[in-house]
């Protein structure tokens, strides 16, 4: 398998609900992303984690929890969620370290909170 | 603030040539990426620029003025499946991705 796969592709959860969204690239990327994309919004960054740690969380409510446990594996744990919540979130990777690298994006999860 | 500006929507005519822009104010500046998106999938790259001019891959070309914190992405002989979101984004000085909210681009035949 190659490139950014993310599972599930659509997930439905009620306000109570824990659920965990998943992210795996066999690139040899050394630095994973997560982000939000909201209707007609600019892509909204989430976290980053570069050689497994994290550099950034701009900001990001305590509801959404990321992990990763490896540099080719990322998980976004959710739990109690709002309404507006609900939004394409997209997993990318790419190489840190020199020149700019593209960002290679995985298909996205679809979540829609109830 | 950091801010990156393109248009909304656009439509043009199989066969056509489009040009889409983008604006951007932000503290600093490595580079600016073009992204296409198909709805439903995820974005793919299209082109980097980090020096002033026009790069040109194929039937798609983008264009960079630093000074002016300006660029477009041309496509040239419109095709259908040319039908997406292109997205704008600028790597600041501390190499994060400010991205714009994407212009839907419609063709017709």
């Known amino acids: 398998e190659t490139g950014v796969t993310q599972t599930p592709r659509h997930l439905v959860m009620g306000m109570t609900n824990k659920k965990s969204l998943k992210c795996e690239q066999h690139l040899g990327h050394n630095a994973m992303y997560w982000y939000k994309q909201s209707a007609k919004k600019p892509l909204e960054l989430m976290f980053v984690?570069?050689?497994?740690?994290?550099?950034e969380n701009n900001s990001v409510p305590s509801r959404f929890s990321p992990e990763c446990p490896n540099s080719s594996h990322l998980f976004l744990h959710l739990h109690t969620l709002q309404p507006e919540d609900s939004a394409l979130y997209l997993c990318a990777s790419n190489l840190q370290g020199g020149e700019p690298h593209e960002q290679y994006f995985g298909p996205g999860t679809r979540l829609t909170v109830t | 603030g950091q801010n990156i500006d393109q248009p909304t929507e656009m439509t043009a005519t199989e066969g056509a040539i489009v040009q889409i822009n983008c604006t951007y104010q932000t503290s600093g500046f490595n580079g600016l990426f073009w992204y296409q998106q198909h709805a439903g999938e995820a974005p793919t790259f299209l082109s980097y620029?980090?020096l002033d001019g026009l790069e040109e891959k194929g039937r798609f070309s983008s264009f960079l003025s630093r000074s002016k914190g300006y660029s477009y992405l041309l496509l040239k002989e419109l095709q259908m499946k040319d039908s997406a979101s292109y997205l704008c984004a600028v790597m600041d000085s501390n190499y994060q991705l400010i991205w714009g909210a994407g212009t839907k681009l419609i063709i017709k035949p």
């Open positions: 620029n980090v």
């Open positions: 984690y570069n050689f497994k740690e994290q550099t």
